[in-house]
């Protein structure tokens, strides 16, 4: 909803959308998940959605909107549907863009101005982007998830680390996870500083995508799977980084600032701004640990949550919300928690595995599909103060409301977080949950 | 938009790292439009406390740097979300400029097309000039795009380098559509090609709506 001044423009220019068909629009960041009879109550957001609404009507472009039952976030539908494919080329308006490279394509972020370029073009103007290779050759201990893989990758390079580069995620350790893991894996690229993030099409991809609405069929298929098969980088080439991460002993992850590079294993505790020599780098560790209201050497683990978000698009597709299911059966939340799904396929596959049960029984909220608590625009949001184990990717100040604190980690971590109300290793949730 | 050429003006000082485009411009204004109110939402959290009085501590509410239409950053300037209004916001409060050894990718991008010049410049040569103009408050930086050189009192002029289709564009206030459809011709073939080859985007069309 958020390119409504993308439209404008168009409108101001008198120009036209040049391949309408070549277009998805969605509604998802302002959407409410729950009681949807009541349509929007709040006028602006219903606002934003009309216009998306609007928009897409007057230029002819598909729309995945609310009482669509394929409706969903914006980096969730498409894979889901098929339309985002291994050499595509996928302008998104907005950041989390990324999320589509799992598949081999190449996708990133563009703005509003560039946005409508696109659509009055079907072009942008792009320079060659810088290569970085992040290696994973080992694959990751069972309990360790592509969530934490991308926590640990960004406190080690840093948020700007991936800055004016794609990223190409390559080895063993990447090959062994599912498509939805390497999704999660792509989406985080840019808390990286990188605005794409790609993984080489395997015979995973294609299984992935062969069957799905938009994907290819018959004969079509045989060429478009021959094509996206060539898709490999050669071997021996050369890129402008490499950064190796041994993962074979992978702990879960979880930030404690303010920057999804504030990060650390759970089984550590807060640092000390004291034993950072860089004066400026001490100074926004003293501000985020003053904002997040922590003290250096508490453990982790004794850290207590007020409340619980388990969704977005970076883990708000079916198998995050089956590990989810996998903690808490049989469990109960003690503190306030929220399911929201990435897609109302994901939410429909969930019930007809009989998860949502399991997320009741344990008395989580069951919502429906939207961007919610990632973002804070829809009316989902923290009250000041109140402290939120989230599997979304930004833990900004502000983030999921103004004075909310964010601690960000894997699904099956917020579910060990929601079933104990604190950070919990979700290794050790059967010794003390 | 308004071509860039050269532009003298007080210069803010920013000197976190990493300053990204929520905290430029919060999520929940998204939904606002575009009108006297915008610069408002710039830096929103930061100026104002929740009870909306101004925070003094912010260096924009400092009465020396209140005229700023420079901000000198740090690493990194304008990472995260690909939130335009964050671009859009800056501009409307005044800023025409931003000087940082480093910005979000897709920031500097919506910064071209909107008239504001992201100068990338070494980072001890952008802490000098932090330094300069937090020393000196209401010290003046001067900007001249055709020659890519910042100049500020008392330290030698700095080169910077810029895309030379990016400079093109903020030199002309150029309408990068316009230029863009002058090669409509060279698009149309294109497409002919690629959808030739690439078929399969594009003949079938998915399940029931
Ligand atoms: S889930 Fe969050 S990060 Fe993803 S598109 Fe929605 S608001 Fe953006």
């Known amino acids: 909803e958020n390119v409504f001044h993308a439209f404008d423009k168009l409108k101001r220019d008198g120009r036209a959308v040049r391949c309408p068909d070549q277009v998805f629009a969605f509604t998802d960041h302002y959407v409410p998940t729950r009681d949807r009879a009541n349509g929007i109550p709040d006028a602006e957001a219903r606002n934003m959605v009309e216009m998306m609404r609007r928009n897409a009507q007057e230029h002819g472009i598909t729309l995945f909107g609310l009482g ?4 969903g976030i914006l980096h969730i539908v498409p894979p889901e549907q098929g339309i985002t494919q291994p050499g595509a080329i996928i302008a998104g308006a907005d950041s989390h863009s990324s999320t589509h490279g799992a598949l081999g394509a190449f996708a990133f972020g563009v703005g509003a101005s560039e946005v409508a370029h696109v659509l009055a073009t079907q072009t942008l103007w792009r320079r060659r982007p810088r290569t970085m290779r992040i290696d994973v050759p080992d694959a990751l201990p069972p309990d360790a998830t592509a969530k934490d893989l991308i926590l640990a990758i960004i406190g080690h390079i840093g948020v700007g680390g991936g800055t004016g580069h794609v990223i190409e995620y390559t080895g063993a350790g990447i090959a062994a996870l599912s498509v939805e893991a390497r999704m999660t894996l792509c989406n985080m690229s840019i808390e990286a500083g990188a605005r794409a993030g790609l993984v080489a099409p395997d015979e995973a991809t294609l299984a992935y995508i062969k069957g799905r609405p938009y994907a290819p069929t018959g004969e079509a298929w045989d060429r478009a799977a021959a094509f996206w098969r060539t898709l490999v980088t050669d071997d021996g080439a050369s890129f402008d980084r490499e950064v190796t991460i041994n993962a074979g002993d992978l702990a879960p992850m979880v930030t404690w600032g303010t920057s999804p590079e504030d990060v650390l294993p759970i089984t550590d505790v807060v640092p000390d701004p ?3 020599p860089d004066a400026g780098r001490r100074e926004k560790m ?7 209201a922590l003290t250096p050497g508490t453990k982790l683990t004794d850290i207590a949550i007020d409340r619980v978000f388990i969704g977005s698009c970076t883990n708000g597709r079916i198998e995050d919300l089956r590990a989810v299911a996998g903690v808490v059966k049989g469990r109960a939340a003690r503190v306030a928690a929220m399911i929201v799904p990435g897609s109302a396929l994901v939410k429909a596959q ?7 049960a399991i997320f009741r029984d344990a008395g989580f909220e069951w919502r429906d599909a939207g961007c919610s608590m990632c973002v804070a625009t829809n009316g989902d949001m923290l009250e000041p103060g109140e402290r939120c184990a989230s599997t979304s990717n930004r833990n900004f100040e502000g983030r999921q409301g103004r004075g909310g604190r964010t601690h ?3 699904p099956a971590m917020a579910a060990a977080a929601a079933i104990t109300g604190r950070l919990t290793d979700v ?3 059967g010794e003390t949950g | 938009m308004e071509p860039f050429t050269q532009l003298t003006a007080i210069a803010a000082p920013i000197e976190l790292r990493n300053v990204n485009t929520d905290m430029i411009f919060p999520a929940r204004f998204m939904r606002k439009p575009r009108d006297e109110a915008y610069p408002l939402y710039m830096f929103h959290d930061r100026r104002f406390r929740p009870d909306g009085t101004e925070d003094p501590n912010f260096v924009l509410n400092q009465p020396a740097y209140r005229d700023a239409r420079i901000i000198v950053g740090n690493a990194n300037f304008g990472c995260g979300s690909s939130r335009e209004p964050a671009v859009y916001a800056l501009h409307d409060y005044g800023f025409r400029a931003l000087i940082a050894p480093g910005f979000g990718d897709i920031f500097a991008a919506n910064c071209v097309k909107n008239g504001l010049l992201a100068v990338r410049l070494g980072d001890d040569d952008v802490a000098v ?12 930086i001067t900007i001249d795009l055709p020659s890519q050189t910042v100049s500020a009192p008392g330290i030698e002029p700095l080169t910077f380098e810029i895309d030379p289709f990016e400079k093109e564009c903020l030199v002309s206030g150029l309408d990068d559509i316009g230029v863009t459809l002058r090669g409509e011709d060279a698009i149309a073939a ?9 078929d399969w985007l594009y003949g079938k069309r998915g399940g029931a709506a």
């Open chain 1, 68 to 71: 669509d039952p394929r409706h």
């Open chain 1, 274 to 276: 004291a034993d950072e």
């Open chain 1, 286 to 292: 003293e501000r985020a640990l003053g904002y997040m």
């Open chain 1, 350 to 356: 969930a019930e007809a595995e009989g998860l949502d």
């Open chain 1, 408 to 410: 960000l980690l894997s």
């Open chain 1, 427 to 429: 290794r050790k949730l």
């Open chain 2, 129 to 140: 000039l932090r330094a300069l103009v937090t020393e000196t408050p209401g010290t003046e």
């Open chain 2, 190 to 198: 294109f497409e002919d090609s690629y959808r030739g080859d690439f």
